[in-house]
């Protein structure tokens, strides 16, 4: 922009500001947006570098981004560690120390519980119920609701699909075989699994490993068959349950702070939030192809047994989760609000998931 044309601005400026009111939208408006101007963000996650297919996933969305805005907005990608501690990217994105963050909501409970929703709760919604929801029903404009307080905003960006119940080094065959189990769950799963007279433990990935193979957990949850193997799982405990009731579908996050994102021109804005969505399908599809080649892998691995929680487990975990929800939203008004939109969407949904999906993968079942 040369000389005169700022001067130019400065002056039709001015003049919207003495008309009133219309002053701000001038401002926002794609005319004073300069088309030459370079964005350079920082993202920061909570996975570890070369995490396959999360960390990946990040750094794809910022290759897309970079293509489709020509190198307006260039978004350099940090893994867990490398610029801040992963559990203090909701910090830095908030603080505005770094523009944009990945990860999962439910990392933030300890802040937000009713974050959880808005990542994956017990025997709540698969992907396909939670993008219905997020995309179409308020979900995402109420995650972003209470984002606000933060200087926040979030976009889905991945899922994890149905997780898998998780190693145990012994048969789970009734509640009994729960009590005094030492496992790694985290979150809403972990509350319910010590209501059970479980033994809930925090401990990152990169412990979960060592820790099972000496005896120092009994049980551990981690992904599903692609990651779990990775982290060699199966050569620490025999028994590989299903199915995830802790974490159905878990939903990832691009977050970014609220002031940058108000800096950002249309354009720019709507490429970010295209290629979050993009993002969020191609994790979601390398997650189902590579757990299917994972789990065929598995089948032939002779010390590995791949068996499904007995219907009474299922089901007390299921009324203890409920009851574990409820004693939340007791305590908090804040939690409540946004479990009872997750629960009025889910139960609503849950009638025509019955008779599409689940009576179509019935009937393919029968002989
Ligand atoms: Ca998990």
Partial sequence: ????????????????????????????????????????????????????????????????????SNDRLDIHVYAGGELVPALQVFDAVSNGVVEMGHGSPYYWAGKVPEAQFFSSVPFGMTAKGMNAWLYNAGGLELWNEIYKPFNLMAF???????????????????????????????????????KAGGNPVLMAGSEVYTALERGTID????????????????RAANYYYYPGWHEPGTVFELMINESKWSLLPKDLQKIVETAAAATSEWIYAQMEYHNQQALTELKTKQNVQILEFPEEVLSSFKQLTK?????????????????????????????????????????????
Wanted: proline share 4%; charged share 25%.
């Fill in 156 to 194: 889905p960006m991945g899922n994890t699909g149905v997780q898998m119940g998780g190693w145990f080094n012994k048969q789970i065959n009734s509640m009994a075989d729960i009590k005094g189990l030492r496992m790694r769950i985290p979150g809403l799963g972990g509350k319910a699994f010590k």
């Fill in 219 to 234: 049980a551990t949850e981690w992904v599903g068959p692609f990651h779990d193997t990775r982290l060699g799982l199966n």
């Fill in 1 to 68: 922009m040369n000389k005169r044309n700022i001067i130019f601005y400065v002056l039709l400026t001015l003049a919207l500001t003495a008309c009133g009111g219309a002053s701000e939208s001038a401002v926002n408006s794609e005319a004073s947006v300069d088309p030459s101007k370079k964005f350079k963000w920082k993202m920061v996650t909570t996975w570890p570098a070369n995490f396959p297919i999360f960390q990946e996933g990040a750094e794809r969305f910022a290759d897309d981004v970079r293509t489709m």
């Fill in 323 to 367: 009851q574990t929800l409820d004693e939340e939203a007791a305590a908090s008004p804040a939690f409540k609000r946004v479990y009872d939109a997750y629960e009025n969407f889910r139960a609503n949904y849950a009638g025509w998931d019955e008779l599409s999906e689940e009576s179509y993968q019935a009937s393919l079942r029968l002989e």
